[in-house]
């Protein structure tokens, strides 16, 4: 609380003024540990994903399993299909349905960007529903 003296009265009177300065130093000061923690906050490290324990869901009567080998070669089923020909392999093994899942299984030593590549080419064919295969890791009783 402020206080003003005047001369003609015997009782100081009250200004009603905040004092913002001290405010404004509080706000700057976080400002400066914000700027300063938020780069530190995203750090780039190694992830080691976990095996999946999810519910088994049930498997269609004939599933159509595309497989990237980790020569990099494509088998549709049992079956090798050259990269250019995939669209036209899949069209004639979903009879042209367009919304028939497509199990991708690739092996462990071809890289995340050829898995995504892959996918690409499955979605630029109007193959939308896609299901990653994997190991089942169930934990021991």
């Known amino acids: 609380m402020a206080l003003r003296l005047a001369h003609d009265d015997d009782e100081p009177a009250e200004t009603h003024e905040i004092n913002v300065t001290p405010f404004i130093d509080v706000i700057l000061v976080l400002l400066i540990i914000f700027m300063i923690a938020a780069p530190l ?11 999946s324990t999810a519910e088994r869901q049930p498997r ?66 109007g193959y939308l529903k896609i299901a990653l295969v994997g190991l089942e890791n169930r934990p021991a009783p």
């Open 60 to 125: 269609p009567d004939k599933p159509v399993f595309l497989t990237l080998k980790a020569d990099g070669s494509l088998a549709l089923g049992e079956e090798t299909v050259a990269r250019d020909t995939l669209a036209a392999a899949l069209e004639a093994r979903t009879r042209g349905n367009r919304e028939e899942r497509v199990f991708l299984r690739a092996d462990r030593a071809v890289s995340y960007g050829d898995v995504v590549a892959l996918m690409n080419v499955l979605r630029a064919a």
């Open 41 to 51: 906050a995203t750090v780039d490290m190694a992830v080691d994903l976990p095996a």
